[in-house]
């Protein structure tokens, strides 16, 4: 289990605002610690993945562009949310995060999560719109 006050969930992402403390203390207690080098694709657009992560600390590129995703189209710090989309959704990743320094994140499997969203069904609306609204924005 990740060190992180389950409360703090609410203050990074809209979507876990949504979760009372009882879903945030679960959130949390299946969240592990990972830590990448300088230069890590942690995610690749186009691939299919089942987790996310929460930026603890370090830097990282979103890039689009198919496999040379080299448009950059966001930075995140600690705090951020990424790959929760696809994730969540069964989705094809929509873009490339790479460290852009060593990084340390905080991964959440999906399938683990699944169980705990089930008693949440907002979020499956909520998270629909994120990545409409994102698809949007890497389209300009």
Known sequence: MADLPP?????HSKLFSLLDDGGKKR???????EEFAQGTAVVTEGQFGDAFFLVVSGSLSVRIGGTDATREVAKLGPG??????????GEAR???VVCA???RALR???PRVQGILKDYPKIREVLVKLGLKRS????Q
């Open 7 to 11: 409360e703090s969930l609410a203050q």
């Open 27 to 33: 959130l949390v207690s299946v969240a592990v610690e």
């Open 80 to 89: 951020a949310f990424f790959g929760e989309i696809a994730a969540l959704l």
């Open 94 to 96: 929509s873009a490339t």
């Open 101 to 103: 320094t060593s990084t």
């Open 108 to 110: 959440f499997d999906a």
């Open 136 to 139: 949007e924005e890497n389209l």
